[in-house]
């Protein structure tokens, strides 16, 4: 029977997969039931504020033709100097990933009861997979994250050439704990989400875990 209590105090689930994936559509969902969310994302803007050392690296490494008035990282102007090429990707991710990594793992500690939900696209890149209880990768076709990149504001050559840019599902399928798939619509992903909230409460989710 369905009954609300966790198998242990603290359950953290990372929820990771491409731009476009739909893994914050499922983050937001859970949130709503009740679950404490950090998002990698936000974690990324409190870095690039003016005077971190992250912020430093950056304009050295992109110039200050990403900067803004107040001299404040426009986080627009980098993605377009930073996803050009994997070279330029790569200089990016070695500057930031290892500080997102670091916050990520300070606030985990400082959350102690509940399920905790990690949204974070670098989930498996950055191997904080190991550090979850639980790693879900959510997936879609490719047709739909671009649909959903041109939404968010890119042209359609631009979010082809960024998703050619991050890692492919398959050399991380296999990493993860459950694999979502979302090539539905918004209402089927909704209730996918419910069913993982009812599964992470649910007798079925503790005997898997106590057979770990």
Do not use: C
């Not at 992109?62 to 930073?82: P, S």
């Not at 950055?126 to 990768?137: C, S």
């Not at 739909?144 to 359609?156: E, I, W, Y």
Request: aromatic share 6%; charged share 35%; hydrophobic share 40%.
């Amino acid at each position: 029977m369905f009954d609300r209590k966790l198998s242990q105090e603290r359950l953290v689930v990372g929820i990771g997969g491409n731009t476009g994936s739909g893994k914050t559509t499922v983050a937001n969902e859970l949130k709503r039931y009740g679950a404490k969310i950090i998002d990698a994302d936000q974690v990324a803007g409190t870095l690039l504020r003016k005077g971190t050392p992250e912020y430093k690296k950056l304009v050295k490494a992109f110039g200050k033709e990403i900067l803004v008035k107040g001299d404040q990282i426009d986080r627009k102007a980098l993605a377009a100097r930073a996803f050009k090429t994997r070279a330029t990707v790569k200089k990016l991710n070695a500057i930031t990933h290892p500080a997102i990594a670091a916050r990520i793992r300070e606030d985990l500690e400082k959350t102690k009861k509940g399920l905790v939900i990690l949204d974070a696209a670098l989930l498996f890149t950055v191997g904080l997979d190991k550090d979850m209880d639980v790693a879900i990768l959510v997936t879609a076709p490719e047709r739909l994250k671009v649909k959903r990149l041109v939404d968010s504001g890119l042209t359609r050559d631009e979010a082809k050439a960024r998703l050619k840019l991050q890692e492919p599902d398959s050399r991380v399928w296999r990493r993860a704990d459950f694999v979502l798939e979302n090539k539905g619509s918004l209402a089927e992903l909704r209730r996918k989400s419910r069913a993982l909230w009812n599964f992470f409460y649910s007798a079925r989710f503790q005997n898997l875990r106590a057979g770990k």
